[in-house]
């Protein structure tokens, strides 16, 4: 007796070989464009003491946000579709997330400072 209350949507799906080919393109172009941002971060925080020097840590910190908000973005636009959308509901959407992260940034990159001073005049 066979089953009608399972649907197998592989089955269902309705798409052509070509669109297939289409959306495995692109998820193996996603996969590497994370990996590569992703080994760029590891290399960055492996070994920035070999080629650069200790006054550059506040750039390395940049580089470090920069990153991760490229891989935030791309995360969000291809795995939660939003990159589908239209330009008004994204901006609707991503601009609190947005100012919440830049405020989440500056606070403690603010902090931060204010901390190495207080570091730097204790000793």
Known sequence: MERDDIIEYSLDAHHSEEHGRAVRRT????TGFLAVVTAVEVFLGAYWRS????DKWQWVK???IVLTLVKATYIVMTFMHLGDERRNIRSIILMPYGLFIFYLIFIALWESNYIGQMLQ???
């Open 121 to 123: 005049f204790f000793q």
């Open 62 to 64: 940049w580089g470090f």
């Open 27 to 30: 998820i193996w172009l996603v």
């Open 51 to 54: 080629f650069l020097s200790e």
